[in-house]
């Protein structure tokens, strides 16, 4: 037979291959589907508090290695349990209630008792579909391509909590991703990496050609040192950078305010760490953690990746979207843009690794405009950071006790 690949696009999702087979002989025939896009940085996890029928309604964009889970009925959808879908929360609850009792029947000949125990459960998920109680659900992507509507778009939505996270070594695998090898320094090495760029191969994330990544050690005047990453490709033009921290996570996590009153305040450098929000009370706009990576640019090039996010919001475009919201995200887009010469506003960063820095061009002297305070991290912040559980001192001796 012959099999027929075709790559396209579906509008506001992604890229797809479609695979046709047909066969002259018995004209037998066959058509699948394969996701083509690329697979993000960071995976990423959605946290939505269902409380209404209008939350069964938001637009979700689940991939084929996303998980859903309903924590209350102790519910669960594998990876790569089915296809890729752009579908709402109720069209999740009705595939799963479709999948349940497609094979009902026969599980009532042979094993009444399971047939039973399913169809109680069946009768709990369509429950859900009332909302006569809040319940919780949680779509968990590690290729980060999947989406949750936010209503309230360019706002903070209360009820969606978005995490970003690093992948690990299994859920690589299950992506096919191979690991990073890295080789260990010889300790007695004196080779020093602040005056040297460091190179390596590496493939194109976008056209997937051999490409080169360059690492250079940088000390921030007033800060700390830092690492930054570049990529560039000479097949496509793709050019993307990376920021890590240096240095080791502070005793206090750091809140930095700055009054932006004149034009130069866009030229004022920006290291945003990975566990760096970002906050403008005046457009009441808030960006979580981990949402644009580490970036080491300015001001302005901080708050145009911002615009840049917010439009590639696929349910704020084209067909996706209503008159409404669409009106809604002009209308931020127009003031994000006054912030960068007409309108006064605070740009707020909170890390609570306390990782990140913003320019004081009056150093070594006090800035007026700006303002840095220091903060106890709550529990909560030491348990994201992974802190609570890391102990560095006196281990040796507990280990010992314990055997």
């Not at 034009?263 to 005046?282: A, G, H, N, Y």
């Not at 080491?296 to 996706?320: A, H, M, Y």
């Amino acid at each position: 037979g012959v099999t027929r690949l075709l790559l396209t696009r579906i509008p506001f999702f992604k890229e797809i291959i479609v695979s046709s087979f047909s066969c002259d002989s018995c004209s037998w025939s066959n058509t699948e589907i394969q996701s083509a896009g690329r697979i993000q940085e960071q995976g990423v996890r959605y946290t939505l508090a269902v409380a209404s029928r209008q939350d069964m309604n938001r637009e979700v964009v689940k991939t084929d290695c996303a998980s859903a889970r309903i924590p209350e009925l102790d519910f669960e959808i594998p990876a790569f349990s089915q296809k890729g879908v752009l579908t709402t929360i109720e069209g999740i609850i009705d595939r799963a209630v479709a999948g349940l009792e497609q094979d009902q029947p026969a599980r009532r000949v042979m094993d009444k008792e399971v047939a039973r125990k399913i169809d109680e459960f069946i009768g709990k998920l369509r429950q859900l579909k009332e909302v006569n109680s809040p319940f919780t659900f949680i779509l968990d992507d590690p290729s980060g391509n999947s989406f949750v509507e936010n209503p309230h778009a360019p706002q903070r939505d209360e009820a969606l909590v978005v995490t970003h996270y690093r992948r690990s070594p299994q859920q690589s695998a299950m992506l096919g991703l191979e690991g990073e090898e890295v080789d260990a320094k010889p300790p007695d090495a004196a080779e020093d990496l602040r005056d040297e760029v460091l190179q390596f191969n590496t493939n194109c994330p976008e056209c997937n050609a051999p490409a080169s990544t360059n690492m250079k050690l940088v000390q921030i005047p007033h800060f700390k040192e830092v690492i930054i990453m570049a990529t560039n490709c000479d097949s496509c033009g793709h050019r993307t950078n990376e920021v890590k921290s240096g240095g080791a996570i502070e005793p206090q996590g750091t809140r930095i305010t700055l009054r932006i009153t004149d034009p130069s305040d866009m030229t004022r450098d920006i290291l945003k760490s990975e566990t760096c929000s970002v906050e403008i009370p005046e457009l009441e706009f808030e960006l979580g953690m981990g949402a644009l990576g580490g970036k080491f640019t300015t001001l302005e090039g901080l708050l145009e990746d911002i615009r840049d996010l917010v439009e590639k919001n696929p349910f704020t475009l084209g067909d996706s979207s209503t008159p409404s919201r669409t009106g809604k995200l002009q209308e931020f887009l127009g003031k994000l843009q006054d912030v960068k010469g007409k309108t006064k506003a605070h740009f707020i960063m909170d890390d609570p690794a306390g990782n990140s820095y913003l320019q004081n061009v009056y150093a070594p002297e006090e800035d007026p405009e700006l303002r840095v305070q220091r903060y106890e991290r709550t529990f909560e912040q030491n348990e994201e950071l992974g802190l609570n559980d890391m102990k560095t001192e006196g281990y040796e001796t507990e280990a010992a006790l314990g055997r």
